[in-house]
């Protein structure tokens, strides 16, 4: 069964203060690893995918990260505007267009 | 990417009564995925709904409890039947978008609260 579990469950920063957010996964057939960002009362809006260990994918403040385990959302230099909480979902051979997703990382970035 | 469009964007309802959430997006698609968050929960999802036959429903939904209605290439809705308070979370409608290279497309969700 497909697993994805992403830490920490919260985060809160300073502006300007850079840091990671990991997502961890298990998965029969990788087809793709996506980021979403949510707002309170949202829909999840895509940010990124990553197909294959070693690819990296940049927006803005943000860089997506992916390894045969894990991938890394690395937010450098944040401002209160990137505070939202961040998801991670996988999409596997075994699970068709099937998403799975972690629980999230809720982010709050201090003016 | 495709835009979706998702009614209604809250309600409250009855326990015992009966809501349907429609999903129109501004595209056609093949695939429709309904998914539920509950509160402070993450996204997992209810069913697939292709145009023209039976939607196809994860373990632990059943089409009973949430009907799926798949008419044509741009719209769906999803039923949330005999409703409880534990059915009390938010529903989203979500589509692929160019063959997922682009990760997929969301609604705006619709909040349930079941009083």
């Known amino acids: 069964e497909d697993q994805v579990t992403q830490s920490p469950e919260a985060l809160r920063l300073q502006e300007g203060e850079s840091s990671s957010l990991n997502c961890s996964y298990t998965?029969?057939?990788?087809?793709?690893l996506f980021w979403y960002r949510q707002d309170p009362g949202k829909g999840p809006e895509f940010l990124f995918t990553?197909?294959?260990a070693g690819e990296e994918k940049e927006k803005e403040r943000l860089k997506a990260t992916l390894t045969k385990k894990e991938s890394f959302l690395h937010i450098t230099a944040p401002k209160p505007e990137d505070s939202a909480t961040y998801l991670c979902?996988?999409?596997?051979?075994?699970?068709?267009?099937?998403?799975?997703f972690g629980q999230g990382t809720r982010l709050t970035i201090n003016p | 990417s495709a835009v979706i469009s998702q009614k209604p964007s809250r309600d409250i309802c009855q326990r015992g009564t009966s809501l349907t959430i429609q999903c129109q997006v501004d595209?056609?698609?093949?695939?429709m995925f309904w998914y539920r968050q509950q509160p402070g929960q993450s996204l997992t999802l209810i069913a697939t709904?292709?145009?023209?036959?039976?939607?196809?429903?994860e373990s632990g939904f059943v089409i009973d409890k949430f009907p799926i209605s798949r008419p044509n290439l741009t719209f769906s809705t999803l039923t949330v039947s005999n409703m409880s308070p534990e059915d009390s979370s938010i529903y989203l409608c979500?589509?692929?978008?160019?063959?997922?290279?682009?990760?997929?497309?969301f609604g705006s969700g619709t909040r349930l609260t079941v009083v």
């Open positions: 979500s589509v692929a978008a160019g063959q997922g290279a682009y990760g997929y497309t």
């Open positions: 998965v029969s057939g990788l087809r793709g």
């Open positions: 979902a996988v999409r596997s051979r075994e699970g068709a267009q099937k998403l799975v």
């Open positions: 709904a292709n145009q023209g036959s039976e939607a196809t429903y």
């Open positions: 990553l197909y294959s």
């Open positions: 595209s056609q698609v093949t695939m």
